[in-house]
């Protein structure tokens, strides 16, 4: 059975620094792209950042700078280290890979880390 698991949110200040963690289980897909994206409350969810197998990176303006997404292929593990956060990247953040397997493709969602800054 696939599934992705996060790790690494948390409450911190303004100006403070994160580092989210997501790994994918499930051998019989290929390797895909994966990402983080994020959702407020009563908000539609919105793409923060994802990067491709090959490591080409795509980032929303809010996350140009202050992001940075990364992954190990080996490991199938992506990161998001985020710095200088504001109290608006509070909502839940969520992980998400696109897969294909025996022709057929999957978008696979993790559970949503809480990331809290508020000082």
């Known amino acids: 059975q696939a599934q992705l698991v996060e790790s690494g949110g948390g409450l911190v200040q303004p100006g403070g620094s994160l580092r989210l963690f997501c790994a994918f289980s499930g051998s019989i897909f290929s390797s895909g792209a994966m990402g983080w994206y994020r959702q407020a409350p009563e908000r539609p969810r919105e793409l923060v950042a994802n990067?491709?197998?090959?490591?080409?990176?795509n980032y929303a303006d809010f996350a140009k700078g202050r992001f940075t997404i990364s992954r190990d292929n080996a490991k199938n593990v992506v990161y998001l280290q985020m710095n200088s956060l504001k109290t608006e990247d509070t909502p839940v953040y969520y992980c998400?890979?696109?897969?294909?397997?025996?022709?057929?493709?999957?978008?696979?969602w993790g559970q949503g880390p809480q990331v809290t800054v508020s000082g």
């Open positions: 990067i491709t197998s090959g490591g080409i990176t």
């Open positions: 998400h890979t696109h897969r294909i397997s025996k022709g057929s493709e999957y978008d696979f």
